[in-house]
């Protein structure tokens, strides 16, 4: 079946620390893949998408590339300030189907 | 602000009762998802809907039922509710089916005790 695997948190980092968080799938198919994020109290927010292999995503300092090869859309940013701290969520979507699949999160505390 | 309204915020009710939760979409959107986040099972999918009409079906129990009006908006309906159904409950929109963009709304909290 379809599955999303993420890195388990917590991640902890210092404030304009590198951050990376892994994020790998399961899909028949060539999928669109994303990553949401969930600040406190809130809901889901599309973050960046990505809907072919070796399409990079980006919004807002971070990144992610569909790297089919390895079953990967690792979301990456270079200076993570305090208001990064939430949940991020991969997510696909299998082509022609209606679902989002969800890694279970990764909860970011940046320490100022 | 995604575009996407929820109502209620918080919804506390006791063991076998019946709640309505309510979505719109954003403007424009013709499709709604509902999907269910708890501590034990993450996000789930429940079902969708496009233009009125049932579209998609995921682990949605026999007990919860959905539908979408000609206004568009949605309604998720919980019935005979049950401790463990005790969850935050999105709704997401999106211009159509299929891969598109999917926009959350802020959710429902729901309490049962």
């Known amino acids: 079946g379809n599955s999303v695997t993420q890195m388990e948190g917590p991640v902890t980092l210092s404030e304009e620390a590198f951050l990376t968080i892994n994020c790998t799938y399961t899909?028949?198919?060539?999928?669109?893949l994303f990553w949401y994020v969930q600040y406190p109290g809130e809901g889901l927010q599309l973050l960046l998408k990505a809907t072919k292999a070796d399409d990079k995503g980006s919004n807002k300092g971070f990144e992610a590339t569909y790297r089919k090869e390895t079953t990967s859309f690792h979301l990456e940013k270079g200076s993570v300030q305090v208001s990064d701290s939430a949940v991020y969520f991969c997510?696909?979507?299998?082509?022609?189907?209606?679902?989002?699949?969800f890694g279970q999160g990764t909860r970011l505390t940046i320490n100022p | 602000d995604s575009g996407v309204t929820q109502t209620p915020k918080h919804l506390i009710t006791a063991t076998g009762q019946r709640v309505t939760l309510r979505c719109s979409p954003r403007s424009g959107d013709l499709s709604v998802y509902w999907y269910q986040q708890s501590l034990d099972q993450g996000l789930q999918f429940l079902i969708q809907?496009?233009?009125?009409?049932?579209?998609a079906k995921g682990n949605i129990l026999e007990r919860f039922s959905a539908q979408q009006f000609p206004d568009l908006h949605s309604e998720l309906n919980l019935s005979s509710l049950e401790l463990g159904d005790s969850a935050l409950y999105f709704c997401?929109?999106?211009?159509?089916?299929?891969?598109?963009?999917?926009?959350f709304g802020p959710g429902t909290r729901l309490t049962v005790t």
């Open positions: 997510a696909l979507i299998r082509q022609g189907a209606q679902k989002l699949v």
């Open positions: 899909a028949t198919g060539y999928p669109s």
């Open positions: 809907y496009y233009n009125g009409e049932e579209r």
């Open positions: 997401a929109s999106s211009v159509g089916v299929g891969d598109y963009e999917q926009y």
